[in-house]
């Protein structure tokens, strides 16, 4: 069969790389797919969790989008728990402990599977250039692959040095090699490098903890999956609570000087949101205890993680400080707890397509783009794949915004702000966090996997029915007058034990305090009729009401000011009136909308106004301009 | 931030603004008046202007020769970043005459200055961090103090007090909000509320932020000044006594009742703040529509008076029954040189013989004086601070910990609402709004 030319090139398949090559494929493309190995196909080499706080939001809404992540979460998922559950919706964030080898074979099989996807075994050592656009990659062995648009999803392993105490050695992950052409090539294109550093706890044999004497974590009573793929999941396994005793502090106090971290060792920049057990001695002495988690690797693993222990303390010392915690006494070490350092392309090189600016036909996604994380990795690579296919289509590209989505804040704040350490998603990194609860993604974004051809038809229209019974439900609680007469105030005291004073509707008290929503809820039956999912979703809108009416406002506002495109060729320093820090900002960031500007150190109300006056008012600006897709636009057939 | 260079003056100025020049001092003649200059070019025209003159030195006064004005000047060069607006500045003592200072201005835009606008060298100040947006306005209030106690709010509020005050809450907001996001984003790493501590930290800001709001009154009083508002029964000697309080024969005195017939004011300094005394008709069924009208301005004034003077004539009989004492009132028997009945609740007052108008200088003196509450070493806020802090207060009084996402946002409006207020995120709008009470020159 003569080969058609490939639409995409796929370089790494970890959590990145499935999921571009997974969407572009799905999008029709011809995608190949190079990995070093078939065997490390989407490893979970840190943590053998998805999700949380921040990274289950993106999870949830890579799946609205119709993306493989959370699907393969929840077929490996042995315990389902909802972070955060105490506080309001929007910041419940979904965790799955994950089986780490039937993770990968599931992917692997998901690879395999998909029709129009090669599967090449190799290194990349560089990229092949035609008339300014990357057109392919050259292989270590001296093969070339041609492609329309390559996507370099690396992950830990350009130039990857890994320490344990003062012993470092070449390697992405435990066990595997690093890749050392690739990032001397990509530098020499132009592209600035940095230096990053991430680290792992030690894993242990399960045998060997007395478990008995841990506090046992169990998950939720009524575990939810992860996907609209997934009818129901269950929990399999039990995690475990530790606390490491004072004297933990002293033995990492005295052997710091052996830390590479501490020793100068390791240059790269780690990230202060998931710090080793010897920065955290360090950074908060006034701790005496420090919090850990042991959690199984797998099903038929004897290997557990200890979550909190990240280190890269030498193998004694890290033998003491395990051996230190009550139940651990004759811990056996599987493997030590390491840090890797290794080289990640400054994000702020890429378009928020996460093409690269000064290379086109070249994107990147996942921890080489300095982000931290299996989510925020597949989220990464969602983008970059599909942006791939509908730039070589000569399509409008897909740019989740940031008030809309936790996507569009991790692709806006890759682009637009320079980042020194490794970027983990954050609830507080959303301006309209109120907005952005898990419950609320399908209906914030599966119109847009639908659009793409990710959702089913079938699947959006059931959503869709959801969401329009959601809304009725809502009116109908927020507009029926409860009166203050005999009977209602019985009933409302009987159901919610309160006392209605004034006129008052069911989501008055459903607001209130000193309401259990969920008890009101099960009796009122409009609310009662509804799935148990639909019924949080209500009740999370009617928490946040005033609240979430200001953000709306808010974010109509910047969707008017988005549909204001500021045209590349524009040059801020002939605008008459512009500050000059203010056309400073614009030339350095080069904003695509208006809305994008105002975010800008320098841009004022008053800068905007001046910009919004030379590009035209907002409400002239019904019709966007050619140039870019986003939610509640149609998308191009495909 | 530019250094100094070694040979005195810096080379430019990152901003690489214009340069700007304006007369500092008032305007009409006067034995001398002072221009400034400020901005990149500020070596190069001086060197222009007087081209024998050595600049070398900074900070430094000297006599230098002004090119083809036949005019000599007091010269001072400032140094960036130590200069009034951080940029390079020079300033110029001339005989002040009107076309001197003309000419000489003109001669600095002839060599690439340009004239200044309102407020804008010490909006430069603020640009280039040499003030706070609190302390421009204090800039600004001390520029224009009529009274002891303007200038030293506006001493004390340039000093940065205010400032530090208000950044100092802000700081707390934010750290206590950087609890709040880690105890929502960090739940999986043992991070947990200490929901005492973070309510103890809540209550001390809004404690902080109410007693910042305590001084907006002192504020009002001693930025807009005090109404003091004559009032009584016709020809009871209202406008007498408005006349010897101010010292001229302002109002027009005829021993007619229903003589005054609109309200008067006139502008005096008593006990440091700024009185605005008035005279105002006669309170009586009036004879005809224009002395009507009077009744009800007069009547108008009393209700929107800081402190009321009441007067009633000696030769009137017992006098009027207090007022509802809403409104702080001195009570005044007049003509007091008139055979009169004791009334031990009025202080006898005569303008004829001057007999007792020191003790109701006194008496009015502690009377403004006690409006202003004891600031204890603080700056009273104006009224842009108070709208402000009245917002930011509103947010901390929904803020409730028990909803901890909800919170970080009431927090974190708090806390834009102070940036807004020190111009941390300061808009232009805003810089406007504050800079369009300068004057040129400041």
Known sequence: ???????????????????????????????????LSLDTVAQMPCNP????????????????????????????????????????????????????????????????????????????????????????????????????????????????????????????????????????DLRARGLELRRFKTGTPPRLHR???????????????????????????????????????????????????????????IQGVGPRYCPSIEDKVVRFPHHRQHTVFLEPEGLDSDSMYVNGLSTSLPADVQEQVVRAIPGFERARFLRYGYAVEYDVVAPLQVAPTLECRSLPGLSLAGQLLGTSGYEEAAALGFVAGVNAVLLGRGEAPFVPERERSYLGVLVDDLCSADHREPYRMLTSRAEHRLLLGVDSARERLMPTGARLGLVPESVFHVEQERWRRRR????????RALNPDAPTRALVRRIAGVEPTAPTTWAGILRRQDVDAETVAAALPVLSGLTAEDRRAVLGELHYDGYLARHQREVERLARLRHLEIPVDLEPAEIPGLSREAADALRRHRPRTVADAERLPGVTPAAVAILIGRLGRPRDARRRPAGSMTEGEPCPES | MVKASSSGWSSGLSGGADTIVARATSSGPAALAVVRLSGPAVRRIAAEISPAADFSEPWRARLVAIDGLGEQAVAIAFSAPR?????????????GSPFVVRSLIERCIAAGARPAGPGEFTRRAVANGKLDLVQAEAVRDLVGAETAWQARNAREQLSGRLSQRLAGLRGDL??????????????DHGVELDRAEEAARLAGCRERLAALLDTAAAGERIRDGVRVVIVGPPNCGKSTLFNTLLGNERAIVAPHPGTTRDVLEAELDIAGLRVTLVDTAGLRDAADPIEEEGVRRARAAAASASVVVELWPADAGPGAPAGDGEITTLRVLSKADLPHPVDAGRLPVSCATGAGIDRLRTALAETVAGGVPDLGGEVAISHRHRCGLERAAAELAACDLAAPELAAESLRCAARELEALIGVVATDDLLDEVFASFCIGK
């Open chain 1, 1 to 35: 069969m003569a080969a058609a030319p490939r639409d995409l090139l796929v370089v790494g398949a970890g959590h990145a790389g499935v999921e571009a090559a997974a969407a572009a494929v799905r999008l029709g493309a011809r995608v190949a797919v190079v990995t």
């Open chain 1, 49 to 184: 969790a998805m999700g949380g706080i921040g990274k289950g939001h993106l999870m949830a809404e890579l799946d609205a989008l119709g993306g493989v992540q959370p699907w393969a979460a929840d077929r490996a998922g042995l315990q389902f728990k909802v972070l955060n559950r105490s506080r309001g919706p929007a910041v419940w964030g979904p965790r799955a402990q994950c089986d780490k080898q039937r993770y990968t074979v599931i992917m692997r099989r998901l690879l395999q599977r998909l029709a129009g996807i090669d599967i090449i075994e190799g290194e990349v050592s560089g990229l092949l250039e035609a008339a300014g656009r990357v057109v392919g990659v050259r292989l270590a062995d001296g093969r070339r692959l041609q492609a329309r648009a390559v996507l370099l999803t690396t992950g830990t392993f350009l130039d990857g040095i890994l320490h344990t105490g003062a012993e470092r050695r070449p390697g992405g992950r435990f066990g595997e090699r690093p890749s050392v052409g690739l990032g001397a």
């Open chain 1, 207 to 265: 045998a060997s903890i007395d478990v008995e004497r841990l506090q046992p974590e169990p998950g939720d009573a009524d575990p939810r999956p992860f996907s609209w793929r997934t009818r129901s999941v269950a929990n399999r396994v039990l995690c475990w609570l530790a606390h490491t005793p004072e004297v933990v502090q002293s033995i990492i106090a005295d052997n710091l000087h052996r830390s590479p971290l501490f020793s100068g060792q």
């Open chain 1, 472 to 479: 009725e439900v809502r009116d109908e609680l927020a507009t």
């Open chain 2, 83 to 95: 200069s009034y607006t951080g940029e390079d500045m020079l300033e110029l003592t001339v005989h």
């Open chain 2, 174 to 187: 934010v750290e206590l909000l950087a609890r709040l996001e880690a105890s929502l984003d960090f739940v």
